[in-house]
C-alpha cells in the first residue's frame, strides 16, 4: 500500500489535506480521504517508512493549511536552543507574548529590566504562551526526553492543534499522550508501513554470504544460507 498526501487549492487559495492510498504504482483509482484541518493529525511508522518525509510535505506547506495560524515547528533530535531559536523570532516576541497587553510595552522603560528574555525559562513561556494560537509540528514525539519532554506536555496541552508522527502510539510517553486524546478536538491518524527494513536486512545477509565466499570459506556459506531457509520454512 502506498500512502502519500495530496493538497487541493481552494478558490479563497487555502489548501485543503486528503491522504490517498494506492494498492500499487499501477493503481489509477486511489482511494482518498480527507483529512479534517480544525483537527489534530498523528502519522504512525516504523523506521523507514517515511513518516519524516509525509510531515515535511505538511511542513512545506503549512502556510497554505493554516493561513491563520502561527506555528511552532521541531524534531525530537533538535536541542532546546535550537527549538527557541527557529519558534521564537526576537526577544520583542518573546516580551509581547508575556505581557497581557503588549500595546503597554511602548509606555514602558527598560523592559529588560522586568522580563529577563535571556533567561532559557522565560522563552519556554513565551513559547507555550505562542501555541495557544499555533499549529504544533513534531517529528518523532517518541522520541522526546528530558527537559524537552516537559516543554512538549506544554506545547501539546495548549496548541490549538498538533501534527505529530511516532513509531506507535504506545512509544508516546504516557502523560503525553494522555494529554493527546483527552483533548477536545477530532484526531485522524495515518499508520503507515514499510518494506525497507527488511530490504536492508536481506542486502546485509547477501553481502556476509558474499564476503564468506570471497573469504574461502563457501561451506560456512552453504550452511548459513541452508539455516536461513529452514528458518524461514517455520515462520
Same mark, same amino acid.
Given at each position: 500500500?502506498?500512502?502519500?498526501?495530496?493538497?487541493?487549492?481552494?478558490?479563497?487559495?487555502?489548501?485543503?489535506?486528503?491522504?490517498?492510498?494506492?494498492?500499487?504504482?499501477?493503481?489509477?483509482?486511489?482511494?482518498?480521504?480527507?483529512?479534517?484541518?480544525?483537527?489534530?493529525?498523528?502519522?504512525?511508522?516504523?523506521?523507514?517508512?517515511?513518516?519524516?518525509?509525509?510531515?515535511?510535505?505538511?511542513?512545506?506547506?503549512?502556510?497554505?493549511?493554516?493561513?491563520?495560524?502561527?506555528?511552532?515547528?521541531?524534531?525530537?533530535?533538535?536541542?532546546?536552543?535550537?527549538?527557541?531559536?527557529?519558534?521564537?523570532?526576537?526577544?520583542? /516576541?518573546?516580551? #509581547?507574548? @508575556? $505581557?497581557? *497587553?503588549?500595546?503597554?510595552?511602548?509606555?514602558?522603560?527598560?523592559? !529588560? +529590566?522586568? &522580563?529577563?528574555?535571556?533567561?532559557?525559562?522565560?522563552?519556554?513561556?513565551?513559547?507555550?504562551?505562542?501555541?495557544?494560537?499555533?499549529?504544533?509540528?513534531?517529528?518523532?514525539?517518541?522520541?522526546?526526553?528530558?527537559?524537552?519532554? /516537559?516543554?512538549? #506536555?506544554? @506545547? $501539546?496541552? *495548549?496548541?490549538?492543534?498538533?501534527?505529530?508522527?511516532?513509531?506507535? !502510539? +504506545?512509544? &508516546?510517553?504516557?502523560?503525553?499522550?494522555?494529554?493527546?486524546?483527552?483533548?477536545?478536538?477530532?484526531?485522524?491518524?495515518?499508520?503507515?508501513?514499510?518494506?525497507?527494513?527488511?530490504?536492508?536486512?536481506?542486502?546485509?545477509?547477501?553481502?556476509?554470504?558474499?564476503? @564468506?565466499?570471497?573469504?574461502?570459506?563457501?561451506?560456512?556459506?552453504?550452511?548459513?544460507?541452508?539455516?536461513?531457509?529452514?528458518?524461514?520454512?517455520?515462520?
Amino acid at each position: 500500500m502506498i500512502k502519500y498526501f495530496k493538497f487541493k487549492k481552494r478558490p479563497n487559495g487555502n489548501r485543503q489535506l486528503y491522504l490517498k492510498e494506492k494498492k500499487d504504482i499501477f493503481d489509477k483509482n486511489p482511494k482518498e480521504t480527507y483529512i479534517s484541518k480544525k483537527g489534530s493529525l498523528i502519522i504512525y511508522g516504523i523506521e523507514a517508512s517515511g513518516k519524516s518525509q509525509k510531515l515535511k510535505t505538511i511542513v512545506n506547506m503549512v502556510d497554505s493549511l493554516w493561513k491563520n495560524e502561527t506555528k511552532i515547528i521541531f524534531k525530537a533530535t533538535d536541542s532546546l536552543s535550537e527549538i527557541l531559536y527557529k519558534n521564537l523570532d526576537n526577544d520583542e /516576541e518573546t516580551q #509581547k507574548l @508575556l $505581557i497581557s *497587553n503588549p500595546a503597554s510595552l511602548d509606555e514602558i522603560e527598560d523592559i !529588560e +529590566d522586568i &522580563i529577563d528574555v535571556k533567561k532559557q525559562y522565560v522563552k519556554f513561556e513565551a513559547l507555550v504562551a505562542k501555541a495557544k494560537k499555533s499549529v504544533l509540528l513534531i517529528d518523532d514525539i517518541d522520541k522526546i526526553t528530558g527537559k524537552k519532554l /516537559e516543554l512538549t #506536555k506544554d @506545547l $501539546i496541552r *495548549n496548541c490549538k492543534r498538533y501534527v505529530v508522527t511516532a513509531r506507535g !502510539e +504506545d512509544n &508516546i510517553n504516557r502523560t503525553i499522550r494522555n494529554i493527546m486524546f483527552k483533548r477536545r478536538m477530532k484526531i485522524s491518524t495515518v499508520q503507515l508501513t514499510s518494506k525497507a527494513s527488511v530490504d536492508a536486512t536481506n542486502i546485509l545477509f547477501a553481502m556476509f554470504i558474499l564476503g @564468506l565466499f570471497v573469504g574461502g570459506l563457501p561451506e560456512m556459506a552453504m550452511l548459513v544460507m541452508a539455516g536461513r531457509m529452514v528458518t524461514k520454512g517455520t515462520k
